[in-house]
């Protein structure tokens, strides 16, 4: 239960920075790539 909990919070922190990343399109790219 508390992996999943950690893991959520991941993902969400993850998200949040790659949105505070968005002015940075090849930050973005390199990313998905």
């Known amino acids: ?3 999943d ?3 959520t919070c991941f993902e969400f922190s993850f ?5 505070e990343q968005n002015k940075n399109p090849i930050f973005i790219w390199s990313l998905a790539v």
Do not use: R
């Open 1 to 3: 239960m508390a992996l």
């Open 5 to 7: 909990d950690f893991l």
């Open 15 to 19: 998200m949040s920075f790659a949105i």
